[in-house]
């Protein structure tokens, strides 16, 4: 039961951290023009595209994290 706690735990801190890092992601974007050209990376690769299509991939992260964290808390 320690062991998965301490998983459990780590995982969470990991989502915690990649919740953080959206959010803050986002913050940037906001402050940019929505047709303002900017990089996304994709794998290995970064593509051209807009400010606005890659606020919303940042926001769709975003709630993916903090649901899967979600889900974790309702396990302990």
């Known amino acids: 039961m320690s062991s998965r706690s301490s998983s ?5 801190l990991e989502l915690q951290k ?3 890092r959206h959010e803050v992601a986002l913050d940037e974007l906001s402050c940019l023009s929505s047709s303002r050209s900017v990089y996304q990376k994709n794998g290995n690769l970064f593509f051209l595209t807009t400010a606005k299509k ?9 709630d993916h994290a903090k649901s899967e964290l979600a889900k974790i808390r309702s396990l302990t």
């Open 18 to 20: 990649e919740v953080k």
């Open 8 to 12: 459990s735990s780590a995982l969470e």
């Open 54 to 62: 890659v606020k919303i991939d940042a926001e769709k992260q975003l």
